[in-house]
């Protein structure tokens, strides 16, 4: 009979790398098969310390911008996607390059570029500062597109033609504050030109729902992830808000088992970048204090997968 207290495991599933994370890494080490190393890269291809670090054991070089590398080495883009100057630039210095922007992030670049094309002044909900953001408004010229991070902010936005305004969103943002944000809008500008499709893409739109469905039986949320992963602090963000004490954590080195004192059920996923064996790691910490049964709770099945470029394919 064991002296460990039972405890549920429930394992959120879709959880983990999307096909867009998994893209991005592809394309460094193949990158680095390819053209030896050191091969550099235009920020942390993925916001995930420990694909970060696995990638710079291998020969990669992470630095913020492009005048850090050499000319004469490969430089891959990250997948949250890069202002137009920064390929220009690299074409300018006849610089060596992969786009590992994530396709789901360029569908929302060419729906910028159509609007602005179309005349329409457009409006990003997004999280100020955030590369994928960064990346986005540097499509157009500036000013050309207003950042909308809040539903105050929608109050205060003044376009010049009322009747003549867009949105796009970030990628990784919470379903239901765009939700909000959105409504706010076409309350506001009934005839605000939309998205063809959601621009949340599947994989975030997938690990949140896990994630509801989970917490609804979860006492306890546990999310591995980044703190600068904007799909991961999302995730725990919808755990908390579907009631369950909700936790971003990088690894098993900083879950706290006194978090799941008096706990019979916890939940467990993971953001779009964080490996499956970090999930594993933190499953084997709580096993060897709880005796633990894992159950899977699979809410969608994701078949997605993104064509890697033509140069490392």
């Given at each position: ?25 592809q394309i460094v080490e193949r990158a680095i098969v390819k053209y030896g190393a050191p091969v550099y890269v235009r920020h942390e291809i993925v916001h995930n310390r420990h694909v970060v670090d696995r990638l710079k054991a291998l020969g990669a070089v992470f630095v913020e911008e492009l005048d850090e590398c050499p000319t004469d080495r ?212 709580i096993a060897r204090a709880f005796e633990v049964t894992v159950e899977d709770v699979d809410t969608a099945r994701e078949t997605v997968t993104f064509k890697l470029p033509r140069a490392v394919?």
């Amino acid at each position: 009979m064991s002296s460990r207290p039972p405890l549920t495991v429930l394992l959120a599933s879709p959880r983990g790398f999307c096909a867009g994370v998994d893209r991005a890494i592809q394309i460094v080490e193949r990158a680095i098969v390819k053209y030896g190393a050191p091969v550099y890269v235009r920020h942390e291809i993925v916001h995930n310390r420990h694909v970060v670090d696995r990638l710079k054991a291998l020969g990669a070089v992470f630095v913020e911008e492009l005048d850090e590398c050499p000319t004469d080495r490969p430089v891959v883009f990250s997948a949250h996607g890069v202002p137009k100057a920064v390929p220009a630039e690299a074409k300018a210095r006849q610089m060596l390059y992969l786009d590992a922007t994530c396709p789901l992030v360029s569908k929302v670049h060419v729906e910028a570029q159509r609007h602005f094309d179309a005349g329409r002044e457009i409006v990003l909900i997004g999280h100020g500062g955030h590369p994928e953001v960064v990346g986005t408004m540097g499509q157009l010229p500036d000013g050309a597109v207003r950042l909308i991070e809040t539903v105050d902010d929608v109050a205060t936005f003044e376009p010049k033609d009322a009747a003549n305004v867009a949105f796009v969103t970030q990628t990784t943002l919470s379903v239901d504050d765009t939700a909000e944000i959105v409504a706010a809008l076409q309350a506001r500008f009934p005839g605000i030109a939309a998205p063809h499709k959601e621009d949340i893409c599947y994989a975030t739109t997938n690990r949140q729902e896990a994630v509801k469905t989970v917490a609804e039986r979860a006492e306890v949320l546990l999310v591995i992830g980044s703190a600068n992963s904007s799909n991961s602090v999302r995730l725990a963000e919808v755990g908390r808000r579907s009631g369950a004490r909700s936790y971003l954590i990088e690894d098993a080195s900083v879950l706290e088992l006194r978090w799941l004192d008096g706990v019979t059920t916890v939940g467990v996923t993971a953001g779009a970048s964080a490996p499956e064996v970090l999930v594993q790691g933190v499953i084997d910490k709580i096993a060897r204090a709880f005796e633990v049964t894992v159950e899977d709770v699979d809410t969608a099945r994701e078949t997605v997968t993104f064509k890697l470029p033509r140069a490392v394919a």
